[in-house]
C-alpha cells in the first residue's frame, strides 16, 4: 500500500502524538491534530503552536488547563496596519530578524552576501517524556535553529535554550542570540519587579509598570554583576501582592554579559527575551559550527510573590544546586577576612581556629592573603603557592589542627585574575584580556586573565587541581573581584574575538566541573566582591554563594528579603561580624546580628580575639540554636510576613518545613517610635489542625501572655504578639509539631 503523502513535519508529528497516548503520564505533548504543544506542570500549562505561516507561535502560559482545553490551532494575527505586519504583532517563541519583525528579536544574523534577513519556520521535533526539541529552519538559507523545552513536573518551571547551527558553506555571525522569548497576553496592570544594586548594596527589589517602552536588565561586564541580576518577575499590579494573585517569573543561567527585556508590543503583549548580551557581542560561525545560548528559566505561581519564590527556591535546590536534588546543608563556618584582613599566618589563624571550634563552629576558612606576595591587594594574585614568611611549614599544620578541632578547612581563591605585581604576570604578560597597544585598565590593582583560552583554562584548572590534591581542604571560596575593560582576545582574528563573552563563561564553568569531578567532596562558593556573581548558572557548579560585602546586620535583612526573591536560603550564606559594622558604623547586640544571620546559612566573620566570655556563651547558645532549626531555614518553605523595604519599621520572616512540623519565626524591629505596641503577627503555611508548642530561638523564657501551645490555626489567624521595644531589636521562635 503506498503511503499518503505527508510532509515529513506530519510524521514526526504522528509519531510523537503516538508516543503521548502511550504514556499519559508525560508532562511534554504534541496534539498532532491542532498542532499544539503542551508542557504540563503540577500547576501550570506551557503551550505554543505551529501556525498556518509555520511560524512558532505562542499560546498560553499560565495556571494549569484542563486536558483537551482547545489551545489550537495556532493562528497568526492578522497585520494591523502596514506598519505593523503580522510578523511582528504575532508572538513568535523564537523570532528572529527578517520579514518586518520590528519586536525584540531572539536571533539576529548577517551572511556573508550582506544579507541580514532570517524568517525561520518549523521543520520538525522531538519529543520526550518532560521535554521537546522543536527545529525551525530559515525559509531559504541553511541555518537551523534548535529550540529546547524542558518541565520540571513538580515546580512547572519551564526551561528554554536554543542551538544556532550553520549548515552551509560560508561562515555567517550572529550579532543577537537569546534563549527564549516569553509571552504575556494583553493585561493592562502587569508590573514588573527586579532587583538591582550595587558593590557593597546588592539585592534591592525594585517595582515599575510594565508599560510602553522596553526595560532593559542586563550586564555588559563580562560576568553577571551586582547591578542587576539576571531575574524578572511579572505580577498584575491590581490583583497580585506577596501571598496571592498571578505571577510570571524567570532567571537566565548565565554568569557572562546577560541581558532581559521586557517590552509591550503594540498591542499589549508582553514579550520577554533573555539570553547573550548583544552588546559588543558577535559570534562568527563556520560551516558546520554551532552556538548553543544559556537556559532561561521560567516559571508561573498564582500564590503571588511568596508563591512564585517559593516555587523558585524548590526548584533550585531541586534541580540546579549540586547534591542530586538534595543539596546538603550548609555547614557553620567561620572566615577569617574581617578579622584579619591580609594578616594571616599560622599562629593567628590557629587561635582563631581554637576559638571557633569553641562555639559550635563546623568549618574554617582561611581568606585572602595566604599565598605569594601577598600582604595588600597590590601584589600575589595569581602566585598560588603558600607564603613561607606566613606559613612556614606550608598549610598542612594548620590544616591539621582545624581537622583535629573537628572541622572542615576551606581556602579563598580569586583563580582567573592576576595582579601585574606576580610572577604568573611577568611571565605571561599576554595571558590577560586586552588590546595590543592599549592600556591595560587596573581594578583594585588587578586584571582578568583571559579563561577562554586554552592556555589559560588548563593553567588555571592545573593550579587549583594541585592545591587541592596537595593539601587536605574541604572547601573553596571562589572569589572574582572586578569586571572586564578592554575585552580582547588579541590572539583570534579580529571577526572571532568577541567570541571572548561566550567562551570565557564556558571555560570558567569547565573549570568548576572538572574540579568537582576530580575532588568529588569539595564545595565551593561563588564569591564577586559580594554578590557580583549569583545566577543559576554558576549555582549549578557551586554549593552557596555570598550575597555582599555589606555585613552590617540592619542592612542584611532588606538584602536577603531581596535576594529571596530570586535565590534559595540554602544557598545564601549570612556572617555575624563585628559591631559597630565597618559599612555603617552600626552598633547592634550579638543576638541580634545572630538573628539576623540566622535567616540564611550561618558563618561568623566576627574577630573572636576581641570577644569577652559572654560572647562566646551567647555565640555557643545561638550556634547550636541554629542547627536545630537549619534544615527548616535552608530548605523549607519561606514567607515573608512583613517586609523590611520601604523603610518600614519592623520586618518578618517565617521558614516552614517541608513536612509542616517545624517553623521558624524571625521577628526584628528597626525602630522604636511613639511608644507604639508591637502588632500581632500572624504566621503562615502551618498545617491548622496541628499543634505547636512555641520556644524562644537559643531559649530564655517566653514572654509573658503568649501561649506555650496552641494550634496552627490559632497562630495563623490569630498570630503573636512579639514584645519589642527599642531600635535594632531581635526575636526568634521556633514552633514545634507536637
Ligand atoms: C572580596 C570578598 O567579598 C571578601 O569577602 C574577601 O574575600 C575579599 N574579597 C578578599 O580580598
Redesign the pocket.
Known sequence: MRRPSLPAWAWVALAAHALFVADARAAARFDAATRVFRLDGERVTYAFGINEAGQLQSLHWGGRLADGDPLGPAKSLPSHSSFDLSASITPQEFPAQGGGVFTEVALKVAYADGNRDTVLRYVSHTLERDAVTVRLRDIALPLEVSLRYTIDPGTGVIGRSARIENLGRTPLRIDQAASAAYTLAPQDDYRLHHLSGRWAGEWSLQQRPVSEGASVLESRRGSTGQQNTPWFAIDRGGSSGEDSGPVWFGALAWSGSWRISIDKDPLGAVRVVGGYNPYDFAYRLAPGERLDTPVFYAGYSDGGMGGASRLLHRFERERILPGGGKPRLRPVLY?S?EAT??AVDEAGQMALAEKAARIGVERFVV???WFGARNS?KAGLGDWSVNRAKFPNGLKPLIDKVHGLGMEFGL?V?PEMVNPDSDLYRAHPDWVLNFPERPRTPARNQLVLNLARRDVRDHVLQVLDALVTDNDIQFL?W?Y?RNWSEPGWPQLAPEDQPKVYVEYVRNLYWILGELRRKHPKLEIES????GGRIDLGIMALTDQV?PS?NTDPFDRLSMQDGFSHAYAPAAMMAWVTDSPNWVNRRETSLDYRFLSSMQGALGIGANLNHWRDADFATAARMVAAYKQVRATVQQGDLYRLISPANGSPRSATLSVSPDRRQAVLFAFLHSQSKGMQEPAIRLRGLDPRQRYRIARLGGGALPEAMPAEASGAYWMEHGLAVPMRGDFQASGFVFEAK
Do not use: Q
Open positions: 572566615n577576612w584582613e591580609f581568606d585572602d592573603g591587594d579563598w580569586e571560596k572569589d573581584n564569591c564577586s566582591g559580594g555570598w560585602d
